[in-house]
Nanobody
């Protein structure tokens, strides 16, 4: 499984971005997908995840602002980020997991600054 993340960039506080993660390869073994972020000097943390049944979960700091979704026909996952804050600045990584094995995309940098 290969993952390709895109959509990062520079945005002002209060703005929006949509990250995409396109997957290729044998998707039948993938169950869960999601996004982690890693801020400068900090550990990588889970932002949001979505299971094959569509159940989602979010870290508390993004609830109500971020929405994760996935299109199983296009094999693409999205992270819609609204009301962005400077503390959302980080490198965002998409992942896919199945039967305990993780696959990672390259990071995409999101910078929230005026």
């Amino acid at each position: 499984v290969q993952l390709q993340a895109s959509g990062g960039g520079l945005v002002q506080p209060g703005g929006s971005l949509r990250l995409s993660c396109a997957a290729s390869g044998n998707m039948f073994k993938i169950i869960n997908t999601g996004w982690y972020y890693q801020a400068p000097g900090k550990q990588r943390e889970l932002v949001a995840a979505i299971g094959s049944g569509g159940i989602t979960k979010y870290t508390d700091s993004v609830k109500g602002r971020f929405t994760i979704s996935r299109d199983n026909v296009k094999n693409t996952m999205y992270l819609q980020m609204n009301s962005l804050k400077p503390e959302d600045t980080a490198v965002y990584y998409c992942y896919a997991e199945g039967f305990g094995k993780y696959y990672w995309g390259q990071g995409t940098l999101v910078t929230v600054s005026s």
